[in-house]
């Protein structure tokens, strides 16, 4: 036989056709079409779902990549003695509380001599960031050398300047009015003609927290409030859940006790976050008397979201691991909790941090409970505890999103874009995790 | 053991005082999201350049901030409250019980509504009374009674308005900006159709239902509370109208128009005045408890209703705050100043 089958022996007679292999061959078609049907629903549903994540992501990076870059005028600033520091002290109080506004409205105004009617000068200034100013106050007050002295400075423009620049509006044209009047889109014209604006990376939006100032918001405040959060979750889930993963899988009685609470915990799993926020308002908040705002209070609620999921993935890590070892460590001698801790963990320990890691991306895009225990707002100092006022990532992205000036639309983009690294970085440790220290039996 | 158990217990019983562990060194204000905008600029400028933190503004909503607001008057509850509307009775009650027996009421600007639409179609020039009968969940049929609202188009409304099907996207009920909108829009247009003014006397339960329900059939689209989004959508479609605070309409005027309300455009002018008739107050409640003892809180509300803040040219006004008039504003500069009992308990 060249191809190596064997053909099946004829059994029954010639001519007798068996009554059910015709119907087997009769239906045998249509139950590899309903094959090739079903094949092709997965194939048109798996193709769907890509094609509208691509579209999601597409948009979102088409959004938020403009906010990366930001428009900048370089600007030659007279930081003039009388205008600061008129009786030359050089005391750190007269510096701090100096017009520093007016000096470089002064270096704007230098550029333009026929500018002069107040509507028109009002127009002027408000191109400038107030940036501007809070940074030379930040110069001077480092360095007061500098004063006296004419330096370049590099000021953010307002942010709808930077929205014109970058072609988000259009100047007001033809009775209609828009937030760049004629006048400043000249303005804009010269200082670019003289070579003034330079597009830049936008260092801010990694440096800075909260603005009301699209030009001068920035990313980081709400960073360090997810770092913070997310560590208090860590601390509390982990050990915890492992632990109770350890005990109901390897310890507890089988009883109708340990399936109630077998049947609560994958209950708890599918509970709507915004329940827990509840909960940590009631006890945490209102009976502890914890602080508002705190990244202690989000890391705690959000540490109890979290819960379920690490506890069900170590359980099913711990039940992955054979019972031949146990059997063999107990044979040899060791105690049950040698077993468990010295043979059983360790082997199950990459299925438990792969579920720790699912959880805390899970728990790093929660917003809804952080809004009851107070975290869903405006802060603009950077938080340096658990205990400090803070806010995270998505709720950042949440508020900018609902807010009116335009400018904040690519920086909300740019938040998730920064949101969406995160998040495919812990899930791609999750999987390599997995896949490297995993065993196979 | 013994050790660690009380360990364990001293730890508990110092985490169960209520309240009181955490001295506080910074202003907390909560409440309205149309407030937020102009309360985070304010507490930015004051975080820069007073020696004081700048406060933290959460974004409750109004409803939400008066419930935590009024949860009593200890250091651990919020110092101020921002309010899209004023303050209502039940609340005064609230507050009351829970210890918080005395507030100021400081006004601080308007807000218009604005009904707008995509620059690409043409400007509506409606009444309140069209739009009431273009909205209301049920009108009068004529015969003494009420049907579901039968107007498919804005012209089976007037034949004056655009022969397209009545497509307007709004806030939710959870929303103050609809609560506004329901109030004095839909009720103004509602007074003025004759066979309902009777029913405000002999009924008024049923008055507030007919005059305030908006339509559920599809022709009102509830877009979520985000107005960036109403935005977007009518950009995107320029049938469709939207229903959003001023700022909104303010910062994306090269793309979208407000409609003429009774003839009146809704500008900073005419809302200003009061002649656009779709305007509403904003507020912030100050707990008077905590005047004094939080630092910096006098010093805020000063720099808050203060002209360089609030005023016409102020730099509230680039973000879409509507000023007070001179005399109005006049007076609440006083009330920052002096704190009145001025809300009735």
């Known amino acids: ?441 | 053991m013994i050790r660690q158990a009380m360990t364990v217990a001293l730890l508990l019983s110092s985490l169960a005082v209520p309240g009181t562990a955490f001295a506080r060194d910074q202003i907390r204000i909560v409440g309205s999201s149309t407030v937020y905008p102009f309360s985070t600029r304010v507490a930015e400028e004051f975080g820069r350049i007073t020696k004081f933190k700048t406060p933290i503004i959460e974004s409750t909503g109004t409803g939400g901030g008066f419930k935590l607001f009024c949860a009593g008057a200890g250091m651990d509850t919020p110092d101020l409250s921002n309010a899209s509307r004023a303050i209502k009775k039940s609340e005064i009650e609230t507050c009351a019980k829970a210890g918080v027996d005395a507030i100021t009421e400081v006004k601080i600007g308007y807000d218009g509504i604005v009904l707008a639409n995509s620059r690409e179609a043409p400007q509506m020039n409606i009444t309140l009374e069209q739009l009431y009968r273009a909205l209301a969940k049920d009108l009068p049929d004529g015969k003494g009674g009420f049907q579901p609202n039968p107007n498919q188009k804005w012209s089976d409304v007037d034949p004056s308005l655009p022969d397209k099907r009545i497509e307007v996207l709004g806030p939710p009920p959870t929303s103050g900006t609809r609560d506004a909108f329901a109030e004095l829009a839909m009720e103004g247009g509602c007074k003025k159709i004759g066979a309902i003014e009777e029913l405000e006397k002999s009924e008024p339960d049923k008055f507030k239902a007919v005059c305030q329900g908006i339509r559920e059939d599809g022709a009102y689209i509830e877009a979520g509370e985000n107005d960036v989004l109403i935005v977007r959508k009518l950009e995107a479609n320029s049938n469709a109208f939207g229903i959003f605070g001023y700022s909104f309409l303010e910062q994306n005027q090269d793309k979208i128009q407000g409609s003429k309300i009774n003839g009146i455009a809704d500008t900073y002018e005419n809302i200003s005045s009061g002649e656009y008739p779709i305007s509403r107050s904003l507020f912030i409640y100050v707990k008077k408890a905590h005047v004094g003892v939080i630092p910096g809180l006098q010093e805020f509300l000063v720099e808050f209703t203060s002209d360089k803040a609030s005023g016409p040219e102020g730099y509230l006004s680039d973000k879409g705050l509507i000023a007070l008039p001179d005399a109005e504003r006049e007076k609440y500069q006083k009330v920052a100043k002096e704190f009145p009992d001025n809300v009735s308990m």
């Not at chain 1, 995160?422 to 997995?434: D, E, K, P, Q, S």
């Open chain 1, 1 to 441: 036989m060249s191809n190596g089958v064997e053909p099946m022996p004829n059994r029954l007679p010639a001519g007798a056709q068996n009554p059910v292999s015709a119907a087997v061959t009769a239906s045998l078609k249509r139950r590899y079409a309903a094959e090739r049907r079903f094949r092709l629903y997965g194939l048109l549903a798996v193709v769907f779902a890509a094609l509208s994540l691509a579209a999601l992501v597409f948009t979102i990076v088409q959004t938020g990549l403009p906010a990366f870059s930001t428009t900048m005028v370089r600007l030659p600033v007279t930081i003039s003695s009388e205008a600061i520091d008129p009786a030359g002290t050089r005391d750190p109080q007269t510096l701090s509380g100096a017009d520093y506004q007016k000096v470089v409205r002064d270096a704007l105004a230098e550029l333009f001599p026929d500018v002069t009617g107040r509507s028109q000068r009002r127009d002027l200034f408000s191109m400038l960031s107030p940036g501007g100013a809070y940074e030379l106050r930040n110069r001077v007050m480092a360095d007061p050398a500098v004063i006296g002295s004419r330096i370049e400075m590099l000021i953010p423009v307002a942010d709808d300047i930077d929205q014109y620049a970058k072609g988000h509006i259009e100047a007001s044209s033809k009775g209609i009015e828009t937030r760049i009047t004629d006048d400043q889109a000249q303005w804009f014209a010269r200082l670019k003609d003289r070579g003034m604006i330079e597009s830049v990376f936008n260092t801010r939006l990694f440096t800075a927290a909260d603005s009301r100032s699209p030009e001068l918001a920035g990313i980081w405040g709400a960073l360090v409030g997810s770092f913070w959060t997310m560590a208090v979750t860590l601390v509390l889930s982990f050990p915890l859940a492992v632990g109770a993963a350890i005990y109901l899988e390897e310890f507890a009685p089988k009883n109708r006790w340990t399936q109630l609470i077998e049947v609560n915990i994958n209950n708890l799993a599918a509970v709507p976050s915004i329940v827990f926020g509840l909960l940590g308002l009631a006890v945490f908040l209102n009976f502890f008397g914890l602080p508002r705002s705190a990244p202690l209070v989000g890391g705690m609620v959000l540490a109890l979201i979290t819960l379920p999921t690490i506890i069900i993935a170590s359980r099913a890590a711990l039940k992955a691991v054979p019972p031949s070892i146990r059997e063999a460590a107990l044979g040899v001698g060791a105690s049950p909790i040698q077993t468990v801790f010295h043979h059983v963990v360790p082997l199950a320990l990459p299925g438990m941090l792969t579920g720790t890691i699912i959880g805390m991306a899970q728990a790093l895009g929660e917003t809804a409970p952080l809004l009851m225990i107070g975290m869903v707002a405006f802060i603009v100092d950077i938080p340096s505890g658990p205990l400090d006022p803070a806010t995270v990532m998505p709720v950042q992205i949440y508020l900018w999103s609902d807010s009116p000036e335009r400018a904040f639309v690519e920086r909300a983009s740019a938040a998730i874009i920064v949101l969406l690294g995160f998040l495919i970085v812990m899930n791609v440790l999750a999987v390599v995790l997995r896949k490297r220290f995993e065993r196979k039996w």
